[in-house]
């Protein structure tokens, strides 16, 4: 029973880990690009997420939309003025502008929204159902797993069965052919951003809630830790980052129940380093050789 | 394209990089312009604290109630007919720029006494600057014995302190726990990467134990967790009757609401890292029934000195006064009373004056330096009711 008690608690995490996976991972697969920025993003989902509530008085879904639509715009912002530009440069100075963006964000974000932490408005009562043998799913831990199912089935149907889906995946898988075929590219890579940043949004509102708080530096280590998921599940796969994100996320808790909860970071690098030896391409990854 | 596209992309690199050097450079600059004042017939006074950074809270609300207490005094005519002049510096938290700050203070704006830092880590960083200087320092909230002792043993002469150390506030914690919440089984849980909260675990735990109790889980986390869900439920399933949260307001409130979430409704108490208004606002006021702490003071305390203290902060700065910034404001006031018995706005008279300080009469309590420049003085204990802190009792700490 405690197993399953932990099992729960580890999920819910897991499930915002693997929201934030999905985000590295398209941008990823679309431009071999790691977004260092994506955490930030997230930040700034949560702050909007904050406002729309504390501020506006707004609910849980409105504020969730606000946020998704402010992350977007973030998103695209950031991919035209910041790697557009950079789209014929070698791969190091893209991934240097990425932290130089990610720096600019968190900087930026503490001078504006100040070093205090924030205290996120809990528009979801604070209460547990009682499951069978003392088992409890709180009413957060339900919501945050219902928003990120609905997510993913959401980003699985964009992916697969629209048009710009099947562009998303062709320029992923050849830029040239796919510009040949007639798919603009440029356009294609910014929904990807406008896509992954909705997701940060998403991931970003639910952070506040499951944190119940809410800081300028508050993207950083989830952030780091989803980049993990994903590079364990796959980087550039996106079933890879949600299984990545979710494996996280009870890895995380079962450490903390059974060894102790400063074991939690050092046993989710260490899990990094083995994925990243055994199986370099992660555990759902395709083995294709590097483009050049 | 592939040569302009280039450098294209190089400048807008750099451009994004001299952005972010830009950004924070007037994140320290801006704290630099406060202040001022005539050079002559003041006394300078300098104020290093954590502004910035993770202990950001503590730091600001010890200069604010500096800044009030100085207002105050010069209102009222200054000190020795002199005005004090405030030169605040931010020292972000940082042990080695607590140190730079320190020394700016001393060496060029050649102040003649320095009040802060807050915390443990970054006083230590100043405590050096303040005796090689011999200049006065006072730290408002740095409670590990350390600061005003050095390894040696040997008493650091120019640094006194306001707040009670973390031993005496420990020990009275887990006595309280066990003679008054009448809990023989407690879980701690704790900061491993603060010293404060190492401290504080390791005094309430010998305690504890001494008095007969027995802590069933002991767990440290690290100031970047956010989820402490798994530990709880552990705690839960060992049997604790209390849990013991030495540690600051932001992880507690994360901490006891998500303990309430998961039906873990035993009391939990901790100590004055607790106290700030946004702790009711992180955990929920609900979730904080049957929470205890330690602390310098209780804003419920009906004296007419704390009373009419927050009603000055209040119209000053609109909020709630904590215990940091009543621990600033009794500083500066500190300060005064030494300036005065001094006679003098001379660093070492200073110095000499607040050692034989007696019974000063401050917002967080009467205080009398012991030899080694820590303030003997009640300690408050607190409970949270729907939000409210509500005075339990003062006890004197007794070995």
């Avoid at chain 2, 350390?146 to 031993?167: E, L, Q």
């Avoid at chain 2, 004055?272 to 904080?288: E, F, H, N, R, T």
Wanted: charged residues 20%.
């Amino acid at each position: 029973m405690d197993f399953l008690q932990q099992l729960i608690n580890g999920l819910s995490l897991g499930s915002i880990y693997a929201v934030i996976a999905l985000g590295y991972t398209m941008v990823y697969g679309i431009i071999q690009l790691i977004n260092f920025a994506h955490g930030d993003i997230i930040m700034v989902g949560a702050y909007v997420g904050f406002f729309a509530v504390a501020v506006l008085g707004w609910s849980f879904i409105p504020a969730l939309v606000l946020a998704m639509a402010a992350c977007t715009v973030l998103g695209v912002v950031i991919e035209r003025i910041a790697y557009k530009p950079l789209r014929n440069s070698p791969r190091l100075a893209v991934l240097i502008t990425a932290i130089g963006v990610s720096l600019f964000l968190e900087n930026l974000g503490l001078r504006v929204l100040k070093t205090d932490y924030r205290a996120f408005p809990q528009i979801i009562p604070r209460d547990a159902i009682s499951l069978f043998g003392g088992l409890t799913v709180t009413y957060q831990q339900l919501l945050i797993l219902i928003t990120t199912i609905l997510m993913m089935v959401l980003l699985q149907y964009v992916v697969h069965y629209t048009r710009i889906g099947k562009a998303m995946r062709a320029v992923s898988y050849d830029r040239e052919a796919a510009m040949l075929m007639g798919i603009s590219v440029d356009n294609t890579i910014s929904f990807t951003f406008a896509l992954g940043s909705a997701l940060a949004g998403v991931a970003g509102v639910l952070l506040g809630l499951y944190y119940q708080t809410c800081h300028p530096l508050m993207g950083i280590m989830p952030g780091l830790k989803a980049f993990v998921a994903a590079v364990i599940g796959g980087i550039g796969v996106i079933p890879g980052a949600m299984a990545g994100g979710f494996l996280l996320g009870i890895v995380e808790a079962l450490v903390a129940a059974y060894g102790s909860s400063q074991w939690r970071d050092p046993v989710v690098f260490l899990l990094l380093i083995l994925v990243l030896l055994v199986r370099p391409t992660g555990l759902m990854g395709r083995d294709v050789g590097e483009k050049a | 394209m592939g040569k302009g596209q280039g450098y294209r992309g190089l400048r807008l690199a750099s451009l994004a990089l001299a952005l972010v050097f830009l950004v924070s450079a007037v994140a320290g600059c801006g704290q630099k312009q406060e202040g001022g004042g005539q050079a002559s017939n003041t006394i300078k006074v300098g104020i290093n604290f954590e502004l910035t950074g993770n202990a950001a809270t503590y730091g600001s609300h010890c200069r604010d109630g500096i800044l009030l207490a100085i207002e105050e005094i010069n209102k009222s005519g200054g000190v020795l007919n002199k005005q004090l002049e405030p030169k605040v510096l931010d020292n972000a938290s940082k042990q080695d720029e607590s140190t730079n700050v320190a020394t700016k203070l001393a060496t060029e704006e050649k102040v003649k006494a320095l009040l802060g830092p807050a915390t443990t880590g970054c006083t230590l960083g100043a405590a050096p600057v303040a005796t090689e200087n011999k200049i006065p320092l006072i730290t408002t909230a740095a409670t590990a014995p350390s600061v005003t002792v050095d390894d040696n043993g040997k008493v650091r002469d120019f640094v006194f302190r306001v707040c009670f150390i973390d031993p005496p506030q420990a020990i009275m914690g887990a006595r309280f726990a066990y003679n008054d919440l009448k809990v023989k089984k407690a879980a701690i849980y704790y900061d491993t990467g603060n010293d404060y909260s190492k401290g504080l675990y390791q005094n309430f735990k010998d305690e504890f134990t001494k008095l007969g109790g027995q802590i069933v889980a002991e767990e440290g986390f690290s100031s970047t967790d956010e989820d402490f869900r798994p530990t709880l439920t552990k705690f839960k399933q060992n049997g604790a009757e209390l849990i013991y949260i030495p540690a600051y307001y932001n992880q507690v409130g994360k901490i006891v609401s998500q303990a309430r979430e998961l039906k873990i409704d035993v009391p939990m108490l901790g100590a004055d890292g607790w106290d700030s208004p946004d702790l009711v606002k992180i955990a929920g006021a609900q979730a904080l029934n049957h929470t205890y702490f330690t602390n310098h003071y209780s804003s419920a305390d009906p004296s007419s000195k704390v009373q009419e203290f927050i009603k000055a902060y209040k119209a000053k700065y609109g909020s709630e006064p904590d215990a940091f910034a009543a621990l600033g404001y009794d500083a500066a006031y500190l300060l005064k009373a030494a300036i005065e018995k001094a006679n003098s706005d001379d660093p070492v008279a200073i110095k000499d004056a607040l050692a034989q300080i007696k019974d000063f009469e401050g917002v967080t309590g009467k205080l009398t330096f012991d030899d080694k420049h820590n303030p003997m003085k009640e300690i408050s204990i607190i409970e949270l009711k729907d939000g409210k802190q509500s005075l339990v009792k003062k006890v004197m700490y007794t070995e």
